[in-house]
């Protein structure tokens, strides 16, 4: 299973999650985000010399911009949380980019739709419904995914914190390709509590053995 953990921005935490056992970083650009990336020499030197996959977060961004930011700090991944369309994200993947299309999960709702997707994104991303964008640290009910049968491979996000291993332990869904942890392993918004998540992730990985 892959791991991904997101919102990062402070050059020290970013080198000091990069030499974790995890496969995927990911830094928000969306300007409303507590964990919003503004771009200094700094900040750029950490993301780009990171060993990790990069993974950039953007919500409704101009096309030119995201590949403009791809670029320049040598992006692996865009992972897309607004209303983007699958023309748009077949265009990215056009233009040499690997694509995560995010979908917001209701409790006690449906699914959202995805099969106008497959082909033109290379992971979903399901994450729990919030009232803004950015993720709430509330987890949905993941059996509704038992009513997902699509073809493209998820990660799992959503209310993921230290006490979560043994649901994960007894979730399972053929599709899903990994995990996204965030806010559960911060000690303020953007930076992750170093002890913690590497402790979940030793034992994560252990429970996948």
Known sequence: ML???CGLREPENIRAVAALAVDWMGFIF????PRYVSLDKER?????SSSRKKVGVFVDAPLEQMMQVAGELELDYLQLHGHESPETCYTLQKRGLSVI???PVASGEALPPTA???GRVDYFLFDTKAAAYGGSGKRFDWSILATYTG????????????GSLGDLAAFHHLQMAGIDLNSGFETEPALK??????DFINHYKKQQQ
């Open 193 to 198: 509590d170093i002890p913690r998540l590497s």
């Open 101 to 103: 299309k995010a979908f």
């Open 116 to 118: 106008d997707y497959d």
């Open 44 to 48: 750029v030197e950490a993301i780009r």
């Open 30 to 33: 969306y300007p409303r985000s």
């Open 3 to 5: 791991i991904k953990v």
């Open 151 to 162: 073809k493209t491979p998820f990660l799992l996000s959503g209310g993921l914190h230290p």
